[in-house]
């Protein structure tokens, strides 16, 4: 079915009821168009790779071609991480971001998707810390929001330690 918008035209926010299943299903439609649309790019990205011509002028054009659609792929990658995400497919939500920080291994964003992937997993904080600070330290394009994101997860272990220290634990 179609997309159902939240709508506030009247001063008041409208939600329909099964926002969450349409999400779902929005979400579970998106994903085979993102794979066949990376497995498209990718078997593009294969010639330009393997061209060995000898005018300057076309190696630079094929290596801008070739440089457009690694960022095509890089974001597609990110989205259809984020897709599989909400669809709480988070192993594949995981392979995604990875590909994705390899297309572009100086950019902080698949490091914060992999960092809030690990924080909903509770026994992964320390993981969540890693990909959170890498995420921060990108050398061309830091996530900035992985900063909040950070001091969140801080927080959280501050409340879980205060909730969980024992009166004879004061050493």
């Known amino acids: 079915g179609e997309f159902a918008i939240a709508s506030s035209a009247k001063g008041s926010d409208v939600v329909p009821d099964n926002l969450e299943q349409e999400l779902l299903s929005f979400s579970n439609s998106a994903i085979p168009l993102y794979n066949d649309l990376i497995d498209q790019y990718t078997k593009m990205l294969s010639p330009l790779s393997q061209t060995s011509n000898t005018k300057a002028s076309q190696d630079d054009s094929d290596d801008k071609a070739e440089q457009a659609i690694i960022v095509i792929l890089y974001r597609m990658h990110i989205n259809l991480g984020d897709l599989y995400r909400y669809s709480c497919s988070t192993k594949l939500a995981e392979e995604c971001y990875l590909k994705a920080s390899k297309l572009a291994p100086a ?17 992964l904080t320390a993981v969540s810390l890693y990909y959170y600070a890498r995420s921060l330290m990108a050398t061309n394009e830091p996530f900035d929001k992985s900063r909040t994101n950070m001091l969140s997860l801080l927080e959280d272990n501050k409340k879980w330690l205060e909730d969980h220290v024992r009166d004879d634990d004061s050493h």
Do not use: H
């Open 107 to 123: 950019t902080g964003n698949p490091f914060n998707q992999l960092a809030v992937i690990s924080q909903s997993q509770e026994s």
